[in-house]
């Protein structure tokens, strides 16, 4: 299956059941202070993060996303995340791309589908009140190119709060490269669609080596 624009497609699946409304201003709020390149990770001239094993670029705005998290969760810095928010009606949203090795050789669609459920289960193990929403599978046109790509979309409970997460998983060569993106569940639904489109779109896949 090839789409056009994999996110609209499964974002509009999964509004009907997401309230609609702004009001209360939320608790999920961006850590303040310079942002540290941990090992793994490192400038470029133009500001661009670089992750110097994958060379994934991570451009430091992308619309009203703003970089504020970089992370490693290994000791050389191969298993890495970068984290992006943007003001969301009343609320504030948030986004971390994780790029990651398969530890398995090169990422092959039948890889990618176990590992995505691998994914999914720990979004129910770990998370509270759990409700998945939409899955989607297929082709994604990116602007860096086609990419197969598995998506979901949740609604749950994090530090006591209701949000709606979204999932995309995506591979390139021997790399994982997995998005979270969440936001509180009664935040105004209106700029979903393309927000989350132009994010995960921002990331250009075809130099991941």
């Known amino acids: 299956m090839k789409t056009k624009n994999l996110v609209v497609v499964l974002v509009l699946s999964s509004l009907v059941l997401v309230v609609g409304c702004v009001g209360t201003p939320s608790a999920l709020k961006a850590p303040k202070g310079s942002l540290r390149a941990p090992a793994g990770l490192r400038y470029e001239p133009n500001n661009d993060l670089l992750h110097v094993y994958s060379k994934a670029l991570f451009p430091p705005e ?3 996303w703003r970089m504020f998290a970089a992370e490693k969760y290994d000791n050389d ?12 009606g009343d609320f504030v949203a948030r986004a971390d791309i994780y790029v990651y090795p398969t530890y398995a050789g090169a990422v092959t669609q039948d890889l990618l589908r176990a590992h995505y459920q691998q994914v999914k289960n720990d979004v129910f193990k770990y998370k509270k009140n759990v ?4 899955e989607q599978e297929g082709t994604w046109s990116l602007p860096s190119g086609d ?8 609604n749950l409970e994090m530090s ?3 949000m709606t997460s979204y999932l ?3 591979g390139k060569n021997q790399w994982y490269i997995l ?3 969440s936001h509180p569940a009664e935040a105004n639904a209106t700029g979903v669609p393309p927000r989350v489109s132009s994010l995960v779109e921002s990331i250009d896949y ?4």
């Not at 810095?77 to 969301?88: C, F, L, M």
């Not at 990419?147 to 949740?154: D, G, T």
């Not at 075809?206 to 080596?209: Q, Y």
């Open 168 to 170: 995309f998983l995506l």
């Open 131 to 134: 409700t998945l929403l939409a």
């Open 147 to 154: 990419r197969y790509c598995l998506s979901a979309v949740f």
């Open 179 to 181: 998005w979270r993106i």
């Open 160 to 162: 006591g709060r209701k």
């Open 62 to 64: 992308v619309g009203s």
């Open 206 to 209: 075809s130099v991941i080596e």
């Open 77 to 88: 810095g191969h298993d890495v995340s970068v984290g992006y928010s943007t003001a969301w």
